[in-house]
Structure formats: structure tokens, C-alpha cells
């Protein structure tokens, strides 16, 4: 199984005044009920954050069933690139060679879809991967519509924090842009259809929040 990296920096500006991470949804800290669903598919879960919130997102977890580990940002606000290749390097203390990247506001993570990105990367077919040429990807990124979901993804730890330091140091800030210096497979539509589309939902802003609450509570 792959770690799983938790991106919760954020200064959540669209949320309000509070930190969405741990803002109570339906009666559960959002990032725990992040973790939660990641629970069965992980190793080891590593959370992302600023130094100021890691004693608060440290009780959120106190009694999560997989070891828990804290990649604190040294320079907060550098966005979320900078969350990857910072969450990304604690993974490569430990041994695990993969990790499945979500954001901290995504509570309807399909688990099932981790496990598929994560054969994606390690087995991939005979088509040609984007860029150079692998036995394994470096990464496995759904694409469901024009987009990619970039924070809902699987990376090999190593080669993606590099590409992430490459790119902050070349003033890039488009969250796109690591990819492309990577052997990547890019997972269309129809092979996301048996998963559900839920899992690329975000709760970014106040009403989003009150929607979900609503949807979790039925």
C-alpha cells in the first residue's frame, strides 16, 4: 500500500475565518474524515501543515489506527506545490515508494480509486507513458474532464518532490506544471466510471460545507 499525504496548509481564505481542516463536519474534524477513508489503503498517513496547526490536527488524529507523521511547512503560504513537495519528502523517510496525494477538504474520497491509481502507476499496460519511457510511472493522475486532479493523485515520492523544487525554484506556482517533467499515466473517464465521482469534490467554501454536512447527516 501506498502512504497517503494529507494536504491541509491551506489558509482556507474561500472558508472564512476558520481552518477547514479541522472545522467539524457532521460531527467529524474534515481531515479526519479524510483519514478515515484513507485508513484501509495507506501505510502510513502524512499530514501537511503550518507549524501552528500541527498540535491542533495532532489531537484530530490522536486515535487514528495508522502511524501518523508531520511534514510542518518551513515556509507557510507557498501554496499547494509546495504542500506536495514538502508532504512528499517526509515519505521518503519512511519506506514506502508511492503516495497517494489528496487535499484535507475532499471527504468523499472514493478509497477503491486509491488502490486503482496506485496499480495504475506500479503496472502499467503497453500504451506508451506521456513522457520517456518506464516500467513503472512516476505518477497516476485521474483526468475526468479537461483538468487533472493533481491533488487526487498517486506520485513516486522522489521523483515528483524533485520535480516540485524544480519548478518553485523556476518561479512556477501552477500545480500542473511538475507533472510534465514526470512518466506519468493520465486515468480518462472511462476508466474512472466504476469509481465514485464524488471523490474529486472539494468543500471549499461555507455553502459547500453546509451541503456536505447535509449529505452526511442523511
Given amino acids: 500500500m501506498p502512504a497517503g499525504v494529507v494536504l491541509a496548509g491551506g489558509r482556507s481564505t ?7 481542516a479541522v472545522a467539524d463536519l457532521a460531527g467529524v474534524p474534515m481531515l479526519r474524515r479524510v483519514a ?16 501552528d496547526q500541527r498540535e491542533e490536527v495532532a489531537e484530530v488524529l490522536s486515535s487514528y489506527d ?8 518551513t515556509d507557510p503560504d507557498e501554496g499547494p506545490m509546495a504542500g506536495i513537495r514538502t508532504g512528499l519528502r517526509e515519505v521518503e523517510a519512511t519506506t514506502e515508494e508511492y503516495a497517494f496525494v489528496t487535499a484535507c ?24 507513458p506521456q513522457t520517456g519511457t518506464a516500467d513503472r510511472y512516476d505518477a497516476a493522475v485521474p483526468r475526468p474532464t479537461e483538468w487533472f486532479e493533481t491533488t487526487h493523485a498517486v506520485y513516486r515520492a522522489g521523483p ?24 506519468f499515466v493520465a486515468v480518462g473517464e472511462e476508466d474512472l466510471a466504476d469509481f465514485d465521482a464524488e ?15 447535509e449529505r452526511l447527516g442523511d
Fill in 105 to 128: 477538504d475532499m471527504p468523499f474520497l472514493d478509497p477503491g480509486l486509491v488502490d486503482y491509481l496506485l496499480g495504475c502507476a506500479k503496472n502499467p499496460d503497453d500504451e506508451a
Fill in 36 to 51: 478515515d477513508r484513507l485508513a484501509g489503503v495507506v501505510d502510513v498517513l502524512v499530514v501537511n501543515c503550518r507549524a
Fill in 199 to 213: 471523490s474529486f469534490e472539494s468543500v471549499d467554501t461555507p455553502e459547500e460545507f453546509t451541503a456536505a454536512e
Fill in 66 to 73: 495508522r502511524p501518523v507523521r508531520f511534514a510542518v511547512d
Fill in 160 to 183: 515528483m518532490a524533485d520535480a516540485c523544487d524544480e519548478a518553485l525554484l523556476a518561479g512556477e506556482r501552477k500545480i500542473i506544471e511538475p507533472l510534465f517533467e514526470l512518466d
Fill in 14 to 20: 474561500r472558508f472564512g475565518e476558520a481552518d477547514k
